[in-house]
């Protein structure tokens, strides 16, 4: 049985696959899809906040997970609003996400090796599910603070980006595939 | 923007690979310390269980002792006291003469007193109120008093420094090591005198226990069971004090312990 943060985790999972389906059609029936992006970054930023609100202990207690999100979100709007319209790439929210995300994620490292418990990472899912997370928001941040570069400046060199991109989220999803995959398995480890 | 095109994509992609892998190292790393953390945290339970087995062990190699302690001295002082009485009372019954009789019958009657006095000293010695209660100097006076009688052993008892009374709790504590250096060299160092001294100096306090007994090799303490050396220890260790000894073979020994005052001590 998942416990709250896995569950939150798969429904962020099969959210993000629900926006892909959705962007995917907007692109080809609309020829842009940013302004689905830029809703479901929000949203997507919210899980992760709430994600990390249940799995690391001390979030828990305050939940100070999810007053993260509701600032991020609130200044995902006024991002939105004010700066990079909800048509365009919202790059700013992006690179926001990512050191948020990263932070939180090393923040999560600390708490465990602080924590005085005998654990055994390696049949601990949220390990793998942080190391994933650091992994793929550390290289999508990189890419994502080019990306605006590279558009105004190497535009014929963008598939590189793109390539990274996709090897990045091909090697999470399998990760984070992995992990739900052995999940019982992985769980009873650790009891 | 041939330059730019030259330099930016390198610098890119090996950025990428770089941060690639700085994130495996971090992952790495946390693995490697939480597993060593994991070992240390298995260690220190272990040996936590190897302390609470060893004062466990400690607890009934003293419950031990001290059934023996009763048993030697059933046996060496109230047996022969009783055997005596009852001949007594056998040879008055037979006896004619009423002032012969009445010779023996003060005679027993002494006995009986003694016999008496012999119960209270062993009920004393192993109630902890009345030790808590008559304070360390007059307890161990007592204690030297009972070995003395029956024993053949010289026991000399001198306190250095005003007595300055300690917890209750402490005091019951240096009794019982007292006790126990007392019972080892009587017992097993089969030392023919035994000298104790009290110290009450202004920070610490400090007993010693010296023998002309057999002695033993001091590097095979460890090994050396049923001589209450752990218990002593674990108490030593409990009274924040140290634990000196002195010996050598067929040369004697000699103990010290050595405590600060603590805070609850009345000064």
Same mark, same amino acid.
């Given at each position: 049985?998942?416990? =709250? =943060? !896995?569950?939150?985790? !798969? ?7 629900? +926006?892909?389906? +959705? ?64 048509? !365009? ?44 997370? +650091?992994?793929?928001?550390?290289? +999508? ?51 | ?107 027993? &009657? ?7 006095? &012999? ?50 709790? @402490?005091?019951?504590?240096?009794? @019982? ?39 033993? &090799? ?16 674990? @108490? ?28 609850? &001590?009345?000064?």
């Amino acid at each position: 049985m998942l416990d =709250a =943060a !896995s569950k939150v985790f !798969s429904i962020l999972i099969c959210f993000s696959f629900i +926006t892909e389906l +959705t962007t995917n059609y907007a692109a080809k029936k609309y020829q842009n899809n940013e302004s689905i992006y830029a809703i479901y970054e929000l949203l997507d930023f919210g899980l992760t906040c709430l994600y990390f609100n249940y799995s690391i202990d001390v979030f828990r207690r305050k939940n100070i997970g999810i007053y993260i999100g509701a600032v991020g979100i609130f200044l995902g709007i006024i991002n939105i609003l004010f700066i990079q319209h909800i048509s !365009s790439q919202n790059s700013f929210f992006l690179l926001f996400e990512g050191i948020m995300v990263i932070g939180m994620s090393l923040f999560a490292f600390s708490r465990l090796l602080l924590n005085d418990e005998s654990l055994h990472l390696y049949s601990y899912p949220h390990f793998w599910i942080l190391s994933i997370l +650091t992994f793929s928001s550390s290289i +999508t941040f990189l890419n994502w603070g080019l990306y605006d570069y590279f558009v105004i400046t190497l535009k014929n060199k963008i598939w590189i980006i793109d390539i990274f991109l996709l090897i990045v989220n091909i090697i999470s999803y399998i990760g984070f595939s992995l992990v739900f995959l052995f999940y019982p398995k992985l769980k009873h480890g650790n009891d | 923007m041939g330059m730019t095109e030259t330099y930016i994509i390198p610098v890119f992609v090996g950025g990428t690979l770089l941060l690639t892998l700085f994130v495996f190292f971090i992952i790495y790393y946390i693995l490697v310390q939480k597993h060593k953390q994991n070992k240390h945290q298995l260690e220190k339970q272990s040996l936590l269980f190897e302390n609470q087995k060893k004062i466990f062990s400690a607890r009934i190699e003293e419950q031990e002792n001290t059934m023996s302690k009763i048993s030697v001295e059933l046996h060496d002082s109230l047996v022969p006291k009783l055997s005596l009485t009852q001949a007594n009372l056998g040879l008055i019954e037979n006896e004619a003469s009423t002032e012969k009789r009445a010779l023996m019958i003060e005679e027993t &009657d002494a006995i009986l007193y003694g016999l008496l006095d &012999d119960v209270h000293n062993i009920s004393h010695s192993l109630n902890s109120n009345f030790i808590k209660n008559i304070g360390l100097v007059e307890v161990i006076k007592k204690e030297l008093e009972m070995l003395g009688s029956h024993k053949q052993t010289v026991f000399s008892f001198s306190v250095t420094g005003a007595y300055l009374p300690m917890e209750p709790e @402490r005091e019951l504590l240096i009794y @019982r090591i007292a006790q126990e250096l007392l019972y080892n060299a009587t017992k097993h160092a089969q030392a023919s005198v035994i000298n104790l001294v009290l110290t009450y100096e202004p920070a610490h306090f400090s007993m010693s226990v010296t023998d002309n007994g057999i002695g033993f &090799d001091k590097n095979i303490i460890k090994e050396m069971k049923g001589l209450g050396f752990f218990s002593m220890q674990e @108490r030593v260790k409990y009274l924040n004090g140290t634990f000196d000894i002195q010996t050598a073979s067929a040369q004697g020994s000699r103990f010290t312990l050595s405590i600060p005052y603590g805070n609850t &001590d009345i000064n």
